[in-house]
């Protein structure tokens, strides 16, 4: 059998034992702050410190954090996949940068990168893994007052949509993993897969919004499910 295309898309719950909150869940982030009061760009607006601090406290997190054993599940997967002459395509929704921490070689942040600031004023963008704040000036245009967080806001437009229409167009497989389904344009990754006659697996902690909508479904921790189901393509595909 030729090794398979894959795209896995992931979502908040793949990090959640890695001790990053998730959004939905009982306890999520979004139980605990109002979403349109901390990441939309009229919030930044209203009150750049607030989500400034938000952010902050989220990138520190982030830092004292390790990849889980999920993360590094689909690293392997990506060195068996390619070593077989398959391809995996990695597209997150999460701004964490675990999955390159576990040494997943690329990866596309659809809702942006939360260790990256961006300047208001000029448009770049630079790493950064410190705090931000209004008066912080950009390394490029030496202007303060304009870096904000190179995050996807609610009302703003993800990135490289092109790219993942085109990986899921290619594929044989596409696996959603640790996602609710409940924000689109990923939620309708699945159905676009569908229409294309790609099959669809979902790993989860539960079933998601649109798990009827999947061919296969796997229920369970992460860290527990994403390492099996991995070990499983990458024998299938040598075998
Ligand atoms: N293992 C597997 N799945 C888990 C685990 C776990 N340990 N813990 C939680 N989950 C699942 C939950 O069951 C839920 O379905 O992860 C999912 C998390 O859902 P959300 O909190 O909605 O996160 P996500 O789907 O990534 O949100 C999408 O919403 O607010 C925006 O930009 C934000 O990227 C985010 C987007």
Request: net charge negative.
């Amino acid at each position: 059998m030729t090794a398979p295309n894959v795209v896995v898309l992931t979502g908040a719950g793949i990090s959640a034992e890695s001790g990053l909150g998730t959004f939905r869940d009982p306890g999520g982030l979004w139980e605990k702050f109002d979403p349109y009061e901390l990441a939309t760009p009229e919030a930044c607006a209203r009150d750049p410190a607030k989500v400034h601090a938000f952010y902050n406290l989220r990138r520190k997190d982030l830092i004292a954090s390790r990849p889980n054993a999920a993360h590094l599940a689909l690293a392997e997967l990506e060195r068996g996949l390619d070593a077989a002459g398959g391809r995996l395509t990695l597209v997150t929704q999460n701004i964490d940068d675990l999955h390159e921490r576990a040494g997943s070689p690329r990866v596309l942040h659809m809702h942006g990168e939360l260790l990256k600031a961006r300047c208001a004023r000029c448009g770049a963008t630079a790493r950064c893994d410190g705090d931000l704040s209004i008066n912080a000036a950009c390394a490029a245009c030496a202007r303060a007052g304009g870096l904000r967080p190179h995050v996807v806001w609610f009302g703003e437009f993800p990135f490289h949509l092109e790219e993942i229409a085109d990986a899921i167009a290619a594929a044989d497989l596409f696996a959603s993993i640790g996602t609710s389904g409940s924000v689109y344009p990923a939620a309708a990754f699945v159905s676009e897969a569908k229409a294309l006659d790609v099959r669809t697996v979902e790993l989860n902690l539960e079933p998601s919004d649109n798990a009827d909508v999947f061919d296969e479904r796997r229920y369970g921790a992460a860290s527990r499910i994403v390492p099996a189901w991995a070990e499983a393509m990458i024998s299938r595909a040598t075998t």
